[in-house]
T-cell receptor
Framework: DVKVTQSSRYLVKRTGEKVFLECVQDMDHENMFWYRQDPGLGLRLIYFSYDVKMKEKGDIPEGYSVSREKKERFSLILESASTNQTSMYLC??????????????FGSGTRLTVV | AQSVTQLGSHVSVSEGALVLLRCNYSSSVPPYLFWYVQYPNQGLQLLLKYTTGATLVKGINGFEAEFKKSETSFHLTKPSAHMSDAAEYFCALNTGTASKLTFGTGTRLQVTL
């Protein structure tokens, strides 16, 4: 089975801290994505990457950055955490579009609370 | 711009009753459509997908969905609900121009005895 692993299930951080959320996939997928999920808003795309060192902004990139130094790892960085970044963060991966269109494989999510 | 609308943020059915979760989409090109399920405190799991070919798509756990181009719909159904179906369900769309999925806001399914 394809696995997408997010390093933490629950995190509590203080306002102003720099926060790293890590995601690793083991199926050699080209694409990786970070979403945040909030009640009533569904999933909103923060950033995605279609290759090592490549990244593109999603719909809500403000306050976030990403890093993809290796194909299997995609990190989301909150430069200075704020309370409005309290949310569930979901990482996903997929094959390059145009090949098997199986959609995404998701990690289990990281529930981040900023206090 | 492409978009997905899920009608009803909460749906409640009795165990054994028909499940119908509605999804409508907007796209200027032929869409690829997906349904995902999310159980509490978990990530999303693919239920089924429509890319090309047969418009009635069967998925896991007895769910199916029918792509209706004339109605721009991709509703999810299951003939008989089970308690274990209680979860949140997301419809998603990709127009094939990029790898990004656009998600609906989700429908929480409650199953009662």
């Amino acid at each position: 089975d394809v696995k997408v692993t997010q390093s933490s299930r629950y995190l509590v951080k203080r306002t102003g801290e720099k926060v790293f959320l890590e995601c690793v996939q083991d199926m050699d997928h080209e694409n990786m994505f970070w979403y945040r999920q909030d009640p009533g808003l569904g999933l909103r795309l923060i950033y995605f990457s279609y290759d090592v060192k490549m990244k593109e902004k999603g719909d809500i990139p403000e306050g976030y950055s990403v890093s993809r130094e290796k194909k299997e790892r995609f990190s989301l960085i909150l430069e200075s955490a704020s309370t409005n970044q309290t949310s569930m963060y979901l990482c996903a991966s997929s094959l390059l579009w145009g090949y098997e269109n199986y959609g995404y494989t998701f990690g289990s999510g990281t529930r981040l609370t900023v206090v | 711009a492409q978009s997905v609308t899920q009608l009803g943020s909460h749906v409640s059915v009795s165990e054994g009753a028909l499940v119908l979760l509605r999804c409508n989409y907007s796209s200027s090109v032929p869409p690829y459509l997906f349904w995902y399920v999310q159980y509490p405190n978990q990530g999303l799991q693919l239920l089924l997908k429509y890319t090309t070919g047969a418009t009635l798509v069967k998925g896991i756990n007895g769910f199916e969905a029918e792509f209706k181009k004339s109605e721009t719909s991709f509703h999810l159904t299951k003939p008989s609900a089970h308690m274990s179906d209680a979860a949140e369900y997301f419809c998603a769309l990709n127009t094939g121009t990029a790898s990004k999925l656009t998600f609906g806001t989700g429908t929480r399914l409650q199953v009662t005895l």
